[in-house]
């Protein structure tokens, strides 16, 4: 289960990454949607972040446990 949750990580990190390509091709031509991919970005990088704590928190706890 520890390796999906990395794979799922990257996942957002990708995301974020394809989310920032967008929105610097989109800037001039239109504005609106560009902001959408500011907030995928966003949000994706928060995800990234959020995940990767949460992994380590459990990876933490399942150490703990085997001591």
């Not at 794979?7 to 394809?18: D, F, S």
């Not at 390509?21 to 949000?43: G, M, P, S």
């Amino acid at each position: 289960m520890i390796k999906i949750l990395r794979y799922t990580e990257y996942l957002y990190l990708a995301v974020a990454v394809i989310s920032i390509f967008e929105i610097y091709e989109q800037w001039n031509l239109d504005r609106e949607r560009a902001y959408l991919f500011v907030f995928f970005a966003v949000v994706s990088l928060g995800m990234f972040i959020f995940k990767k704590s949460y992994r380590k928190r459990f990876e933490d706890r399942q150490k703990n446990k085997k001591e």
